[in-house]
């Protein structure tokens, strides 16, 4: 729900506060006005701004107003009153500074505070939260609870819920058409994903507070998987600017998976997920093991085709060590304007093991597994096309199957996060990234 401003004014002030919502519309209208009778009236005639309206004052208004106090809808109260000809039937100012001390809700009685309340929205960012209530395992409403108190003290935070009607992509561009400060996501990988692709190029930051099964994106840029963790984060106010991709279309954070991945995706369901979090995909992981068929791959790289056989392709924009099958260089870089792409050729299902064993103990060390079937490539953008068509796993969803064009976005996205890893110097992207590229594409061609 949009933060809500409450306006109330004694028979006497109602020009006063007409006066008042003119000079402030430009700001009043990022708000959701309430206002009694009367009052509604002569602020949607002197400004034509939407005020939802209340009973008059006579009829309860005021403790209708108290209601979305004590319900935490309301982050300010304007009541400007007349204490020497108030008269009976006019709304009482005693109950409702009652219920805003005890909410902790700013009261102004006259213009002098009322400029004050003003002033300080202002200068008050306005935020977005869009929060996915079925992601993750624990209780939604106590996360978004707990969320909520966390932000709005320094945040004017308006709350989205995705539905399956309306998806976070939408709900992000509803926030950026409201001229929203930042906009922060709740939920797992998906979700972060929908509402980065929204981002592209807005320079609006994304805060991220994670709630999925795996979280690998807040992983990778070292973002808490703690709530209240990753609210200090945001409200810290430290940003990276980062890549993000397009995959046949869609935003990419994290990273395309082609065969195994997305095999392994698809078998690790909902269900299972609730049941055992993260465990899920390991355990569906493992059965895979056992089905994974080979496939022949044509990888295009600047104009040149390779082909050859492999059972697993992963295309990273992102990537934390624990997606194991994008740790072919030991590392994914998240800032060098480059993909980086593994391809996986093992025969069997013992190679297959070793060979995933030692990709996640080079991710551990950052150091690149030295590996005849394992071929690693950097690029900016591919087109992958395989016989058969393969599954294939966007940031954590399956989309459909190969063929794939991913193409990075080099300094695309600004996230709320913790200073980056610096890449070692080995591991630092090439001066001249085109020749590199077509260097490093014909020595795989040969060796492929």
């Known amino acids: 729900m949009t933060p809500t401003i409450a306006l109330l004014a004694h028979d006497t002030k109602k020009e006063t506060m007409a006066v008042f919502t003119r000079k ?177 190029g807005t320079n609006i930051p994304l805060g991220v507070i994670p709630r999925g099964t795996a979280n690998a994106f807040a992983v990778a840029l070292g973002i808490p998987v703690n709530t209240q963790a990753a609210c200090q984060t945001i409200l810290a106010g430290m940003t990276q600017v980062v890549d993000i991709a397009r995959c046949n279309g869609l935003p990419m954070i994290l990273l395309a998976g082609i065969g195994f991945e997305a095999e392994t995706v698809e078998k690790a369901s909902r269900e299972v997920k609730d049941r055992f979090g993260p465990l899920a995909y390991i355990l569906a992981g493992a059965q895979q093991l056992n089905e994974q068929q080979a496939f022949t791959a044509q990888i295009e790289v600047d104009g040149k085709v390779s082909e050859f056989q492999a059972a697993a392709i992963t295309i990273a924009n992102a990537a934390p060590p624990t997606s194991v099958l994008a740790q072919g260089f030991g590392q994914v870089i998240v800032n060098d304007g480059l993909l980086e792409v593994t391809i996986g050729a093992a025969q069997t299902r013992v190679q297959a093991i070793a060979a995933m064993l030692q990709l996640f103990g080079s991710a551990l060390i950052r150091v690149a597994p030295n590996r005849e079937d394992i071929i690693c490539l950097r690029t900016k953008q591919l087109k992958v096309t395989t016989n058969p068509p393969q599954k294939v796993v966007l940031d954590g969803e399956i989309i459909g199957t190969t063929p794939v064009e991913v193409e990075c976005i080099p300094a695309g996205l600004t996230v709320f996060a913790p200073p980056l890893l610096a890449a070692p110097t080995a ?22």
Do not use: K
């Open 24 to 200: 402030y519309a430009a700001l009043l209208a990022r708000y959701r006005l309430i206002a009694t009778g009367i009052t509604a009236q002569r602020i949607q005639e002197a400004t034509g701004l939407a005020v939802e309206a209340l009973l008059p004052g006579a009829m309860g208004g005021d403790v209708q107003i108290a209601a979305e106090v004590v319900a935490g809808n309301v982050i300010a109260v304007i009541f400007l009153v007349d204490q020497a000809y108030a008269r009976p039937h006019e709304p009482a100012l005693q109950g409702l500074l009652r219920v805003c001390e005890l909410h902790n809700v700013m009261l102004a009685t006259n213009l002098a505070t009322a400029d004050v309340i003003a002033a300080s929205l202002r200068d008050t960012r306005s935020a977005h939260l869009i929060f996915n209530p079925i992601s993750g395992q624990g209780n939604s409403q106590q996360a978004l609870l707990t969320i909520r108190q966390l932000l709005t003290v320094e945040l004017h935070l308006t709350i989205h819920l995705t539905t399956t009607e309306v998806g976070a992509e939408h709900l992000a561009q509803t926030a950026i058409a409201a001229g929203a400060d930042l906009i922060i996501v709740s939920g797992g990988d998906g979700t972060v994903s929908a509402v980065a692709g929204a981002l592209i």
């Open 427 to 448: 591991m630092a992207a090439p001066a001249a990234p085109p020749a590199s590229i077509e260097d490093n594409a014909e020595e795989w061609f040969q060796e492929s």
